[in-house]
Each structure stands twice: as structure tokens, then as C-alpha cells.
């Protein structure tokens, strides 16, 4: 059995109060860290939005926002903008609607909200981007983006099915 003295005691006392109080800051960093995070980072900000809300980042153009995020500056599976803001889209937990008033204070410019999907869609400056997801209640925030579309002049996509055939599309349009 090993005995110790109280200044032996005090001290290793001492250094896992250290050790823990350590670990606890980092936790809490880490945490604090991870409210701008995307889904996957336990944070509400999908992970290029978590980039694009950095302060060195959100201070660039659109076009070099989009060349440090590694998408398109413009057309298919770019961001959707209205001018320097970027839209999003907000799934709140539940209460989308009671948040409305808390993401105009946050800096989001409402264009859509659902009551049936919990959603708001929604244009903000980047560096607002992580007010809006703190807005109590917001589960994700991720960018809408511009649809990819595989082919103009087919109305069935890439294919033609028989459904244009069967419901005598030919026939309509000579009509109409």
C-alpha cells in the first residue's frame, strides 16, 4: 500500500483537475465550433456553407466564393443567388413559421416558408449564415442550387417514354 503525503496528494489532485479542465475546453471549443458545421459535423450548416460563412470567404466575390468551394460559378449545380446573397433552405424541427420574424432579424430575406414540410427557403449575405442557423428551432441549412437539366427538347428527360405515345401528344399538338 502506498502512502502519500497531502503535498503528493494535492498534487496529483492538482494535475487531474488540469487534465480535466483541459479536456472540458476542448470539448466546449469543439462544440462551439460545430454550430456552423454541416449535418455530418453536428451543426446546422451544411459543410459548404460552413466554409462559405467564413469571414474570409464571405467577403469575396461570388465568383471566388465559388472557386474556394469547388462548384460552378454559374448554371447547373451552382448556388442559386440573388446577387451577392446566397439562397438556402431552413428545416426547423417544428415552428418554421413562428421563426420567420427571428431569421429577418438574423439577415434572411424570406422566399418561401411550409408549415407542411417545416421549411423556409430563404436569401442571406454569407456572413449571416451562422445567426440563421442559430435561429432557435433550425435543424439544417443547405444551398439550393441550380437544377441540372439533361435535355431541353425532350419534355421526358433523357428518354422518351411511351406515355407521350398513349396519351397522344402528337395529336394535341397539332391541335394546339
Known amino acids: 500500500m502506498e502512502t502519500m503525503t497531502p503535498g503528493l496528494r494535492l498534487n496529483r489532485l492538482a494535475g487531474r483537475s488540469l487534465v480535466l479542465g483541459l479536456m472540458l475546453a476542448a470539448l466546449l471549443s469543439a462544440s462551439a465550433g460545430a ?21 474570409s470567404v464571405a467577403a469575396k466575390s461570388p465568383a471566388a466564393q465559388a472557386e474556394l468551394l469547388g462548384i460552378a460559378t454559374a448554371g447547373p449545380a451552382s448556388l442559386v443567388r440573388e446577387g451577392d446573397r446566397v439562397v438556402v433552405i431552413a428545416r426547423f424541427d417544428e415552428g418554421a413559421i413562428a421563426g420567420l420574424p427571428e431569421l429577418r432579424a438574423a ?3 424570406i422566399v418561401s416558408s411550409s408549415r407542411e414540410t417545416q421549411t423556409v427557403t430563404l436569401s442571406a449575405a454569407p456572413g449571416d449564415l451562422p445567426a440563421i442557423a442559430a435561429v432557435a428551432g433550425v435543424r439544417s441549412v443547405w444551398p439550393q442550387r441550380q437544377p441540372i437539366v439533361y435535355a ?5 428527360g433523357a ?11 402528337d395529336d394535341a399538338r397539332e391541335a394546339f
Do not use: D, Y
Open 35 to 55: 454550430a456552423v458545421l454541416g449535418p455530418k459535423g453536428k451543426g446546422p450548416l451544411a459543410p459548404q456553407l460552413a466554409v462559405l460563412a467564413k469571414p
Open 107 to 109: 439577415g434572411a430575406r
Open 152 to 156: 431541353s427538347n425532350c419534355e421526358g
Open 159 to 169: 428518354v422518351v417514354s411511351e406515355g407521350l405515345e398513349q396519351l397522344r401528344v
